[in-house]
């Protein structure tokens, strides 16, 4: 993923080969990963969980909100039904006990009280006054009913027992649901009638088709059977067996959860209506119910992972920032280590040249001597004269100790100049003399170097060690690069008022120009296997900059390399103290 | 002209001033700073060509001395190192023109001899 290549931090691939035993001290990539998983963790686990309480948190509350909702709407919708019944059976008792039998007996009384009903209560179909002995002794209503003996029936039974009735749903005239209300009334001398009425059930069908509810819900009512007293939506029709179970008996209003033949999750309210074989059931879908729930999950859901993609693009934003400090000054650290140490072993060696130039210095100065007296004697002495052989001699010892002379002398103002701070410098000189060093090795690979100064070039304010060193280097490197018969071409301009510009150009093997941005980096070396430090161009470029210079590079693999070095013709004041 | 040459080595000096003698040159030669202090007490010299690292009395000190005594007295500086100090103290004391690198071309040297008689 060429993407990921680039955005990868410089520290990411970093192995400190020089850490050791250490090395863990400096393994950033562990050191980034450490830092992302603690921050992270510690950032998004406190996070994850208060999202996972407060979503069980509410989904529960939601839940028990929607069961509570329930089982009031049940109460409440109970209490409705009780007071149907309470009101008409209280109606009733109140027309038995206002009348006596005989009153109720007599012929249009009971058409009187029907229309008084209808028009005042309502819901009344038929009226039916029977005496003891199960006789319908007057009947007002759409049947013929008149004379009919119910004292085998259960109902009239029951009534007789318990002194009131109220029957299950039937499909009774023109095929409407209707309900049965019997009262039965004592008399003081232990005698009694029963008081009969038919009722339709549309009041309370209105009743329950009125409720309003949320989530499919459904209101109906069922015997203790199971059979609709009243249509459902969705769970069956009028008298037909209800898909649900007839649900146990409990003296309050009870709500229960229970998924149906489908699978699907209802939530179930029911109470058993007291004095009636009723049982009222109000069916929700659950589902349906926790919608609004849906949403806020899937927002709550959202919002946590927009959060956490934030904290991690955070976390790992600034562990990389960090890390990379890090990694910069631990480089930074490295490099000024390696600094001293080479610098130190340049001083070292520096010594080493002037302790070595010096010894040999003086037995040179002796030769010198003395040959040159023998030179003298034969010069000036009738008695040597003539030997022209000798004399040849004599010069050849003459020349060897002036080159032997040249040598120490260079080394001592090359080790000299090591410590020296700033001078007025002449650029053509300098590096003539650091081209010497390489006369001989250019002689044997057969190298031809050109050394080429045009315009006026000023004597420039620098440390002549270092930019010998300088020099050095990019001499150095140039020699690598190039196979025998090269040319290094150096040419030595004005650039403008202030600075120099020195062109060092090869014609050697180039440089890749994926390398070309590293170069100047620190250990970055091609050539490791033969000796390199990588630590030439870094020093190069660290000493030109010291001094207020610059260096670039440009080059073509297989053409060449062309360093080109700025030099500044006076130099801040302040670099002198670095020297 | 008669000058003194000073440096601790013995072959050195001693060859040096039989040279300078072939060229008409009067050369004395000392090999230790108080030797040559006894010797310009005992005779007068125009230059004295000196070494500068000399054990006990080193060569900048020795012409501090014999200037002192002898005003008219010119020097020249000659060393074997050629450290950053030697250079700077030496070429401060005789001016760079009269320093000296071993080993030493006699025409060279007979030429700044020349040179410092004739300031």
């Given amino acids: 993923m060429p993407l990921l290549k680039t955005m990868k931090p410089k520290f990411w691939d970093y192995r400190d080969v020089a850490a050791g035993h250490r090395e863990q001290a400096f393994n950033f990539r562990r050191m980034w990963k450490l830092t992302v998983f603690l921050t992270a963790g510690v950032a998004l686990i406190p996070l994850i969980s208060l999202a996972i309480i407060d979503y069980h948190v509410t989904q529960r509350s939601i839940e028990s909100e929607n069961l509570l909702r329930t089982a009031r709407l049940v109460s409440n919708t109970r209490r409705t039904l009780f007071f149907f019944f309470a009101e008409r059976r209280a109606a009733m008792d109140f027309i038995a006990r206002q009348n006596n039998f005989v009153a109720l007996n007599q012929p249009g009384a009971l058409e009187q009280i029907l229309k008084n009903l209808k028009e005042s209560i309502g819901g009344f179909t038929d009226l039916g006054?029977?005496?003891?002995?199960?006789?319908?002794?007057?009947?007002?209503?759409?049947?013929?009913?008149?004379?009919?003996?119910?004292?085998?029936?259960?109902?009239?039974?029951?009534?007789?027992?318990?002194?009131?009735?109220?029957?299950?749903?039937?499909?009774?005239?023109?095929?409407?649901?209707?309900?049965?209300?019997?009262?039965?009334?004592?008399?003081?001398?232990?005698?009694?009638?029963?008081?009969?009425?038919?009722?339709?059930?549309?009041?309370?069908?209105?009743?329950?088709?009125?409720?309003?509810?949320?989530?499919?819900?459904?209101?109906?009512?069922?015997?203790?059977?199971?059979?609709?007293?009243?249509?459902?939506?969705?769970?069956?029709?009028?008298?037909?067996?209800?898909?649900?179970?007839?649900?146990?008996?409990?003296?309050?209003?009870?709500?229960?959860?229970?998924?149906?033949?489908?699978?699907?999750?209802?939530?179930?309210?029911?109470?058993?209506?007291?004095?009636?074989?009723?049982?009222?059931?109000?069916?929700?879908?659950?589902?349906?119910?926790?919608?609004?729930?849906?949403?806020?999950?899937?927002?709550?859901?959202?919002?946590?992972?927009?959060?956490?993609?934030?904290?991690?693009?955070?976390?790992?934003?600034?562990?990389?920032?960090?890390?990379?400090?890090?990694?910069?000054?631990?480089?930074?650290?490295?490099?000024?280590?390696?600094?001293?140490?080479?610098?130190?072993?340049?001083?070292?060696?520096?010594?080493?040249?002037?302790?070595?130039?010096?010894?040999?210095?003086?037995?040179?100065?002796?030769?010198?001597?003395?040959?040159?007296?023998?030179?003298?004697?034969?010069?000036?002495?009738?008695?040597?004269?003539?030997?022209?052989?000798?004399?040849?001699?004599?010069?050849?010892?003459?020349?060897?100790?002036?080159?032997?002379?040249?040598?120490?002398?260079?080394?001592?103002?090359?080790?000299?100049?090591?410590?020296?701070?700033?001078?007025?410098?002449?650029?053509?000189?300098?590096?003539?003399?650091?081209?010497?060093?390489?006369?001989?090795?250019?002689?044997?690979?057969?190298?031809?170097?050109?050394?080429?100064?045009?315009?006026?070039?000023?004597?420039?304010?620098?440390?002549?060690?270092?930019?010998?060193?300088?020099?050095?280097?990019?001499?150095?490197?140039?020699?690598?690069?190039?196979?025998?018969?090269?040319?290094?071409?150096?040419?030595?301009?004005?650039?403008?008022?202030?600075?120099?510009?020195?062109?060092?150009?090869?014609?050697?093997?180039?440089?890749?120009?994926?390398?070309?941005?590293?170069?100047?980096?620190?250990?970055?070396?091609?050539?490791?296997?033969?000796?390199g430090t990588g630590l030439g161009l870094s020093l190069t470029a660290n000493f030109l900059r010291e001094m207020g210079g610059r260096i670039t590079v440009e080059s073509e693999p297989g053409k060449g390399t062309t360093f080109a070095v700025i030099l500044p013709v006076t130099m801040e004041r302040k670099e002198e103290n670095d020297a | 002209m008669r000058i003194l040459l000073i440096d601790d080595e013995v072959e050195l000096v001693s060859t040096l001033a039989e040279r300078l003698s072939f060229r008409g040159i009067e050369a004395d030669w000392a090999t230790s700073g108080r030797e040559a202090l006894e010797k310009v007490a005992e005779a007068s010299y125009d230059i004295a060509v000196v070494d500068i690292k000399m054990p006990r009395i080193g060569g900048i000190e020795l012409k501090r001395m014999m200037a002192e005594k002898y005003p008219h007295m010119k020097f020249i500086f000659m060393t074997g190192h050629g450290s950053e100090e030697d250079f700077r103290t030496g070429s401060e004391e005789a001016g760079a023109a009269y320093y000296l690198v071993k080993p030493v071309d006699i025409e060279e040297l007979m030429k700044k001899l020349n040179e410092v008689l004739k300031r």
């Fill in chain 1, 129 to 531: 006054l029977i005496d003891p002995l199960g006789n319908q002794r007057s009947y007002v209503g759409p049947f013929n009913l008149l004379g009919v003996n119910y004292s085998e029936q259960d109902w009239y039974r029951e009534v007789c027992k318990r002194g009131v009735y109220i029957s299950d749903v039937f499909l009774g005239f023109r095929q409407v649901p209707h309900i049965v209300i019997a009262v039965k009334r004592s008399l003081p001398n232990g005698s009694f009638y029963v008081f009969r009425a038919t009722l339709d059930t549309r009041k309370f069908d209105d009743l329950l088709s009125g409720l309003e509810m949320g989530g499919q819900g459904d209101a109906f009512i069922i015997n203790r059977e199971g059979k609709l007293q009243t249509p459902s939506l969705y769970h069956g029709k009028v008298l037909e067996k209800s898909s649900l179970p007839v649900p146990e008996y409990a003296p309050k209003t009870r709500v229960f959860e229970e998924k149906n033949a489908d699978g699907i999750s209802l939530i179930i309210g029911y109470r058993y209506v007291s004095d009636t074989p009723f049982i009222l059931m109000v069916v929700k879908h659950k589902r349906e119910l926790m919608k609004s729930w849906q949403e806020t999950r899937i927002e709550l859901l959202f919002f946590l992972g927009i959060s956490m993609l934030v904290i991690l693009g955070v976390v790992i934003w600034m562990a990389t920032y960090l890390v990379n400090k890090i990694f910069l000054a631990d480089q930074t650290r490295i490099a000024t280590l390696h600094h001293v140490e080479y610098a130190n072993k340049m001083a070292s060696i520096g010594r080493l040249a002037a302790g070595v130039a010096h010894e040999v210095n003086n037995p040179l100065a002796i030769i010198n001597e003395k040959a040159g007296l023998i030179k003298d004697l034969f010069t000036f002495k009738k008695a040597y004269t003539g030997d022209e052989k000798l004399l040849g001699l004599v010069d050849a010892i003459l020349s060897s100790v002036k080159r032997a002379g040249a040598i120490t002398k260079r080394l001592l103002s090359f080790s000299r100049h090591i410590e020296v701070s700033i001078e007025h410098i002449d650029l053509k000189e300098l590096i003539e003399e650091v081209l010497s060093f390489f006369e001989k090795e250019a002689e044997y690979r057969s190298i031809l170097i050109s050394l080429e100064a045009t315009g006026d070039i000023p004597a420039i304010e620098s440390n002549r060690g270092k930019l010998q060193e300088v020099f050095l280097n990019l001499f150095n490197n140039a020699c690598s690069a190039m196979e025998d018969g090269g040319h290094l071409d150096i040419r030595i301009r004005p650039k403008d008022i202030n600075n120099v510009l020195v062109t060092v150009a090869d014609d050697g093997c180039g440089i890749p120009k994926e390398d070309l941005e590293r170069i100047f980096e620190p250990f970055f070396s091609t050539r490791t296997e033969t000796g």
